[in-house]
């Protein structure tokens, strides 16, 4: 059952506001009417209406004053003044004030009512850009910055994933943030407030890792002087996000899927199993594919990870994102370092854009950190970029798709007869190539949303068509 409009007259007349409840009864919304200026805060600051028609004169307030009540607690309704005809001047400095419009003493029943739902209109409209604003047009999430449209899809996967317990899979280049995604999986989620155990499996030494993924008991191995808990017995209840999963030993990764499907461990050296209750994450920077094919990964490993999978961007497919990190890092590393910038010069921001950025996000935060260490000022300068990006050659543009060349002879009649998907899957891979890799432009070029040539392509990776 859809919820009718609420409407307040806040009117001191009785003939008044007799007059305009009668003009507005009908079965569209629910009226009430009140007669002061405070009966009228009682209502707006307890259970707002959607729309309040609001004479200014009342007995016991200025109107105005309950009109900047509204503003300045940002009550969410549309408030349309009444005002007498020689106090339209008064009419217009309510609207600066926030009311939606002004309605001058006498006015007609259809006037009145074009009115309300012009409001009413417009208030649903304003709910709609809000709820746009918050869960499409977003500019982070929880600590993962960016606005752009390859954020956005990251941003809704990591919304979804979240109250979930499936395990997800994480892939992309070093230093595009796959560590802040699993953080975000794990806060926006029912785990928030147990631990978040973080593990890389790159960095610790073969003949360890098993014990700090497990732990270990008292004379396990030299060295095991005490028992010891490892991030598994850590993350209980919470997660456990395992970053380069690639790396793990072969033969330690069947004892892995044992955990995954048991909730069952048992430590180096004991004899006993423990349980633990956690959320898996992973992440891995290589193609987890290619080394389930060459034997590297175990394949029932794999899919038993790979249930949930988000794929962070290189930042030279953020298209404005630089800029908008460039800045956060800029205002964070100067108040660490007592430093007066607070801009980037036009000629910075050019460079930056420009820029193809290897190392992604990391990259450019250790520029930024270097450039505030090493200088001080208002404005970052051309000059105060280390020589990499001052060298490096510009980002290559995306070049224009070329008009057609004069038709060649039909080839034979074999040769064309392909399946539609595999020359629609050329041309986007062509044009993509032409942009040096950058979707959204090469989506621009096509007359296509970046998100269909994000989904087509996955849709391959997958085996699909």
Known sequence: MVSRSRLLIVEDSPSLSYTYAEYMRSSEWDLSVVGTGQAALDVVTGDPPDVVLLDLGLPDMNGMDILRRIAGDAIPSTVIVITAQGSIQVAIEAMRLGAYDFLVKPFTRDRLLITVRNALERGRLERIVTTYREQIDRKCCHGIIGSSLAMQAVYRIVEAAASSRASVFITGESGTGKELCAEAIHRQGPRAKRPFIALNCAAIPRDLIESEIFGHVKGAFTGATSDRDGAAAQARGGTLFLDE??????????????????????????NRPEEADVRFVCATNRDPLDDVRSGRFREDLYYRLHVIPIHMPPLRDR??????????????????????????????????????WPGNVRQLENVIRSVVVLHDGVTVTPNMLPPLLDRAPPRPRCAALAPPSPPDPPPPVADVLRPLWVQEKEIIEAAIGQCDGNIPRAAAHLGVSPSTLYRKRQGWENGGV
């Open 245 to 270: 999963i690639c790396e793990m030993d072969i033969n330690l990764q069947s004892k892995l899927l044992r955990f995954i499907q048991t909730g069952m461990f048992q430590k180096v050296g004991g």
């Open 319 to 356: 298209e404005g994102d630089v800029l908008d990190l460039a800045e956060i890092f800029l205002q964070r590393f100067a108040k660490e370092e007592g430093r007066g910038f607070a801009s980037l010069s036009p000629a910075v921001r050019e460079t930056l854009l420009a820029y193809g």
